[in-house]
């Protein structure tokens, strides 16, 4: 496992792999057809299907519960709260993660 990089001791990491929930902050997370933003301060994950990505029955914004395996090379997994009352938990399954990036947040 590749730990976060850094380009100085003071500055947040820039990428991560794996991605544990514990870094905090925006970060994107690149799969083969999508992308999934992840507020970790928030506490909340949005998949944002690209061209030809399968579609979903959950769109937007989700109050994230816990990620289970988000790494670069492999595909990702992590639990979200249901809208649905019959379920606690969804749990997303992401194709092959290609990178992970630390995102600023606009002022």
Do not use: K, N
């Amino acid at each position: 496992m590749t730990e976060p990089e850094a380009s100085s001791p003071d500055q947040a990491p820039t990428t991560a792999t794996p991605l544990t929930g514990e870094e905090g902050g925006l970060w994107r997370v690149h799969t083969i057809g999508s992308l999934h933003s992840f507020d970790l301060d928030a506490g909340t994950v949005e998949r944002l299907p690209g061209a030809g990505a399968a579609v979903i029955d959950f769109p937007g914004s989700h109050p994230l519960l816990e990620i289970i395996h988000c790494t670069v090379g492999a595909g990702g997994y992590w639990a979200i709260e249901s809208d649905d009352p019959r379920f606690s938990y969804l749990a997303h399954t992401s194709s092959t993660i290609s990178h992970i990036e630390r995102v600023e947040r606009d002022s």
